[in-house]
């Protein structure tokens, strides 16, 4: 079973595309961050929130877990409980990033943004060209943080609640009041537009199987 143990501290396991670093355990609770290309606003663009919602959605009809996340207008993180289901955590990401990117590309064309869809086509690496690939819609690389202590999950959580009241986005004067989050959840008890599952309820699932004990 797929405990979170109490260990001294959190061990990180950061996951980059372009040199294909693996993460080598099949389950666990994971801190999932990617970008888009150049850091342009393209989820706010193309009011594209309800595409990470359907990528979501596909991540729990598999059986995994959604426990925080938030959308920002140009970038996404999230916290999930990942069950073992013999696809690695690498390539589930990759699959989620590839079929948002479509979607988002098939919005810039509907909406006839050809500046976005040139400078993300100018933004291809040759060796992907080769292999049809049309648009660069988000960063090449992206992180996936393994959560092995409740201390660290709980940073993790803050960080992404806090997230859109930080800086320079100011987007809402408190993490409750931003509606692409899961922070009015764990601040009010009640669930948001997405809903999720409370990170302690991971305590009694046994990630291995994706059931209660």
Known sequence: MTKITFMPRARLLICNMSVRKAIQEPDGIFFVTF????????FD??????LVYKQLDYLKNEGHFIT??????????FLGGFISTGVDINSRI??????????IVD??????????LNKMSAGVNNTDRKK?????VFEPSFDVKECYTWKFILQKLDYIHYNPCMGKWNLAPSPEDYVHSSAKFYFTGNQGIYPVTHIMELEE???TRGKYS
């Open 35 to 42: 970008t888009c290309y150049q850091w342009m606003h393209l």
């Open 45 to 50: 663009i193309v009011s594209g929130y309800d």
């Open 68 to 77: 925080g996340y938030v959308i920002m207008p140009n970038h996404l993180h």
């Open 94 to 103: 990759g699959t989620m990033k590839r079929f948002l990117a479509y979607d």
């Open 107 to 116: 919005r810039l064309k509907l909406a006839g943004r050809v500046d976005i």
């Open 132 to 136: 049809g690939k049309l648009h660069q």
């Open 205 to 207: 699932i046994d990630l």
